[in-house]
């Protein structure tokens, strides 16, 4: 095979793959993007709610999370349809950015050692 003709081929490649991933962007961007911090902000909750500097540039403590959320009784209690419960268990309270993050994926603390059955928004 000629270098003109395989590099052709693997043009057509890399544009189907383009055509794929866009394709799933797409779905994406419709559903947002699934991170926290745009589901507060859907529900109208400003920077500065969180955010005590501006413009933001620092991460956002528990005790912040907990003047909205209440503690972990109160998170407990929402989450009782889970078994274990996530914010209930023998790690105590735990600091929420141990699974929660606003502008990144979330993480899952207790998943480094079990296997869990839910997705921690
Ligand atoms: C100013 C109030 C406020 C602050 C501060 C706040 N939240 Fe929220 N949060 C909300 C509201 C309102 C919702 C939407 C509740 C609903 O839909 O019932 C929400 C929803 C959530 C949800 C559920 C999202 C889902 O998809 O079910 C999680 C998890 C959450 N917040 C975590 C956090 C964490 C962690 C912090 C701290 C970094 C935080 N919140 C700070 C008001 C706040
Ligand atoms: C060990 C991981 C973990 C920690 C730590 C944690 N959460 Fe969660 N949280 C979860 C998971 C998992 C869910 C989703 C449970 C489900 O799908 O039913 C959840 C759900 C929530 C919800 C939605 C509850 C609802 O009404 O369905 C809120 C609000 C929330 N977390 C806030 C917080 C806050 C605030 C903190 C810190 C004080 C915190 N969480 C700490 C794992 C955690
Ligand atoms: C519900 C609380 C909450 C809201 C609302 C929020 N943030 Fe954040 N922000 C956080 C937390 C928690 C972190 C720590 C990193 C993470 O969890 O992603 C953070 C971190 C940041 C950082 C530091 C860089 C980084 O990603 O760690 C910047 C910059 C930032 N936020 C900008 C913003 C802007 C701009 C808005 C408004 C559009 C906003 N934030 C709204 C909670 C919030
Ligand atoms: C560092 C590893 C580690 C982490 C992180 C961890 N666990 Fe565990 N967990 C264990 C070990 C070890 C046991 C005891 C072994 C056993 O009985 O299977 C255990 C036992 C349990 C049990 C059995 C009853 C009990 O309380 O003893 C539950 C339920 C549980 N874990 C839930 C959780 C939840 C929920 C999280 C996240 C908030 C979590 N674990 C995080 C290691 C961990």
Same mark, same amino acid.
Do not use: Y
């Given at each position: 095979?000629? @270098?003109?003709m395989?590099? =052709?081929?693997?043009?057509?490649?890399?544009?189907?793959?383009?055509?794929?991933?866009? &394709?799933s @962007?797409?779905?994406?961007?419709?559903?947002?993007?699934?991170?926290?911090g745009?589901t507060?902000k859907?529900?109208a909750?400003?920077?500065?709610?969180?955010h005590? *500097?501006?413009p933001?540039?620092?991460?956002?403590?528990?005790?912040?999370?907990?003047?909205?959320?209440?503690g972990?009784k109160?998170l &407990?209690?929402?989450? *009782?349809? @889970? *078994?274990?419960?996530? /914010?209930?268990?023998?790690?105590?309270?735990t600091?929420c950015?141990?699974? /929660? +993050?606003? +502008?990144?994926a979330?993480d899952?603390?207790?998943a480094?050692? +079990?296997?869990? @059955?839910w =997705?921690?928004?």
């Open positions: 095979m000629s @270098n003109a395989l590099s =052709r081929m693997l043009v057509a490649v890399a544009c189907t793959l383009v055509v794929t991933l866009a &394709a @962007n797409g779905a994406l961007a419709a559903s947002g993007t699934g991170l926290l745009d507060h859907a529900k909750i400003e920077c500065a709610s969180c005590d *500097e501006s933001p540039a620092k991460a956002v403590g528990t005790a912040k999370c907990q003047q909205c959320h209440g972990f109160t &407990a209690a929402k989450t *009782e349809r @889970n *078994e274990p419960n996530p /914010h209930a268990s023998h790690q105590g309270d600091d950015a141990q699974c /929660h +993050h606003m +502008h990144k979330s899952d603390l207790c480094k050692c +079990h296997v869990t @059955n =997705r921690v928004p």
